[in-house]
Structures are given as C-alpha cells and as structure tokens.
C-alpha cells in the first residue's frame, strides 16, 4: 500500500474508522480514497481523519454473496457510481462486465440506494431470499410502509433522492404493493436477481456478526427525530435486529405478521 495511488474501502460502516488510521498509516497523501459501502456517513468519517486526500463516495447497487471460502458471487445488476472529482476514474477503473460512472450528486444517488437497503435488515429478518421476498405481497408491503416512512423523513430535510433503479424513489411504495402478478410485469428488472441471493445483513446475522442497522434504520430513526417525524416502522424493525444479533442464533426466520 506505499505506493498506492487509488483505495477502494468496502469494509463494514462501523470499522470505517480504523480503516482510515490504516491507510493515513500507510499510503501516500496524494492517493484517491472511494468509499463503496452502505449507508451516508462513511465517506465523511473518511474526510474527516483523512483531511488531505482526495476521498469520495461512491454507490454499489448490487449485491455479492459469498459461494464458498474465497469465492464470491454478484447476484443482482448495476453500474458503480462514484463521486466526481478533479481526477476523472470512472473510464480508469471500467472492466469487462463492471461498469463505473461518475455523478456530481453522488449523494442523492446514495440516498436512493439507502432507501432499498432499509430492505436489508426485512430479508435478514424474513430469512427468505431476495427474489422468494419480492414475491410475497406481504413482505412487499411492509418494503413499502418502511420505504414511504422514509421518504417523509427525507422529505423533511428538503433531501431529493435518485433512485437506483427504473422506477423513481417516490413511486416504488406503490409499485411494491401492487398484486404480484401486476408486480411481477412492471418491476421485471427489480427480480433480475441470483434465487440464492439474500442481503448482506442475512448474511451478517447468520454469522453471528454486527449489523449495519444503525447506518440505515438507525439514521432514519435520527433523522425523524430531528423533524419531529415518527418512524414507528423503523424503530421496531432495529429492535427486531438487535433482539435477534443478542440472541445469537442466527435468522429469526420472522413472518411478515411478527413485524
């Protein structure tokens, strides 16, 4: 890492920190810094303990699930967006089937991705796959009261999101409860995902690992509080987590009524 003129940061939000110390410790000043992780306030932990690089959000909207020791997965589709800068990178760091692009609002991109992964800690919880989850109506149901819960929180910062996906983030509630069948037609590229596929949060509480749910729920939950908007839904969704990572039992195989 000496000589290291581009890092990629993909650790958990809560271990952002002591990667920082690392890479101040060990790459040179002049180096970019990509944040590809979950949630909003990684790259500023970034910024702030490494005040003299060039450090820059950035949003990855499908997922990878780990196949075997080593070996990993992606399961669901989409391009990388990071963040612009002074340094062009997205044409530097473009392979063969993994396509980068750069944004001047990285950070409504990020809100968009934020809202679909409140849906990680539900599939953590359900204990289904992604694609045997977006086939329930009930399960899509609660996708759809946690997301509108969200929205009327971002709503009251005056926060746009971009949605990630073909449906614009204000529509997606009401996608997500319509009958299945009627679903299945109109979100056809939402189900363009792995059967084995399941979130990174399942992931993590099958593992017996911390989750990133104050990154997510937990910052709506912060968020509301401040505009004075309750968020009923998230609040027992987190607590439905911890309960479950306390427990250490791995997934609570929840139903959508246990919610």
């Not at 952002?16 to 810094?33: E, F, G, L, W, Y």
């Not at 500023?44 to 990878?64: C, E, H, K, S, W």
């Not at 020791?69 to 589709?77: A, D, I, L, N």
């Amino acid at each position: 890492m000496k000589k290291a003129t581009l890092v990629l940061v993909t650790v958990k939000t809560a271990d952002t920190a002591a990667m920082a110390r690392k890479i101040s410790q060990n790459t040179p000043q002049d180096a970019v810094v990509i944040s590809l992780q979950n949630g909003m306030e990684a790259a500023q932990t970034l910024r702030d303990i490494l005040p003299t690089y060039d450090v820059r959000a950035g949003m990855v909207p499908f997922n990878v699930v780990p196949t075997g020791p080593g070996y990993y997965h992606r399961s669901t589709s989409g391009d990388i967006v990071i963040e612009a800068g002074q340094k062009a990178l997205a044409d530097r760091l473009c392979q063969p089937n993994l396509a980068f692009t750069q944004s001047d609002n990285i950070a409504a991109v990020q809100w968009g991705k934020l809202l679909i992964n409140l849906n990680n800690a539900l599939n953590a919880l359900s204990g289904m796959t992604l694609q045997a989850q977006l086939l329930s109506r009930p399960w899509r149901s609660i996708m759809a009261a946690q997301m509108a819960e969200a929205l009327s929180v971002l709503k009251a910062h005056g926060i746009q999101p971009r949605s990630t996906t073909p449906v614009p983030s204000g529509l997606i509630p009401w996608v997500l409860r319509l009958p299945t069948p009627i679903f299945q037609r109109i979100a056809a590229k939402m189900l363009t995902i792995d059967p084995t596929a399941r979130t990174s949060m399942s992931y993590d509480l099958e593992a017996g690992k911390p989750t990133e749910i104050e990154a997510l729920q937990g910052l709506i939950i912060r968020l509301g509080a401040e505009k004075s908007v309750p968020t009923p839904l998230c609040m027992r969704i987190r607590a439905h987590i911890n309960q479950a990572q306390a427990a250490g039992r791995g997934l609570p195989n929840m139903s959508p009524a246990d919610i």
